[in-house]
């Protein structure tokens, strides 16, 4: 059974511009949820898809967004990328959603700003 | 609020010792759940264990071994013999039933050396 799967695995931006990273989750879970990665902040949670719908929200201002597509697909969209983006960017599916389901990681997309 | 706080930032130990990580956590809901996941150089986490509030059982599970005390908040996690492929960083994790995100604490760098 594949894992999760995303694409890319590195990328390079400049300041200003923006960028999407893509996430195919396991097959059969309706589940996605995207966390950033930094040497300070850790590990921090920025939203939850679920049926195509966001499901749960962490604190990131709004130039981080989302989508889930009817195939469970989902997608985050950085626009005005900033310095302090610069991250490791996981998604992690589950079966359904709740607070009880075992999140499972992909490798992550590594974001570099220039 | 909520809370995960790992105090080891790293551990170094020579192969076949044994190794503790360390968690404390914090919540005021009744209903929760732990986790557990390991994070090897390839970026990946890889999740290990899931602990519901309710059940206070500890549990083995091959060379791998779980502590939860409710009384002291904790949930800690031992590595019997530990081998160089243990090495990796490990993040215990939380989330309530209410708040439904996935909190991480800042990680445990284990570094097995041969």
């Known amino acids: 059974k594949a894992g999760v799967t995303q694409t890319p695995r590195y990328l390079i931006k400049t300041r200003g511009q923006q960028v999407t990273l893509s996430c195919s989750p396991i097959?059969?879970?309706?589940?996605v949820s995207w966390y950033q990665q930094t040497p300070g902040q850790g590990l921090q949670f920025l939203f939850e898809y679920f049926s195509e719908t966001q499901r749960n929200k962490g604190n990131f201002p709004g130039r981080f967004s989302g989508r889930q597509f009817s195939n469970s697909r989902s997608e985050m969209n950085v626009s005005t990328l900033e310095l302090g983006d610069s991250a490791l960017y996981l998604c992690?599916?589950?079966?359904?959603?709740?607070?009880?389901?075992?999140?499972?990681f992909g490798d992550g997309t590594r974001l570099s700003i220039l | 609020a909520q809370k995960v706080t790992q105090a080891q930032t790293e551990i170094s130990v020579v192969e076949k010792e044994d190794v503790t990580l360390d968690c404390v956590y914090e919540?005021?809901?009744?209903?929760?759940?732990l986790f557990w996941y390991k994070q090897p150089p390839s970026g990946e986490l890889v999740f290990l264990i899931r602990r519901n509030s309710f059940d206070e059982q500890n549990e083995i599970s091959g060379r791998y071994s779980w502590n939860f005390q409710k009384s002291t908040s904790s949930f800690n996690f031992t590595i019997t013999a530990s081998q160089v492929v243990d090495s990796a960083v490990y993040f215990c994790?939380?989330?309530?039933?209410?708040?439904?995100?996935?909190?991480f604490g800042t990680g445990t760098r284990l570094q097995v050396f041969p």
């Open positions: 919540t005021r809901d009744t209903t929760y759940y």
């Open positions: 992690a599916s589950s079966l359904t959603t709740g607070s009880n389901q075992p999140q499972h």
């Open positions: 097959s059969g879970h309706r589940s």
């Open positions: 994790a939380l989330v309530s039933y209410n708040t439904d995100k996935l909190i």
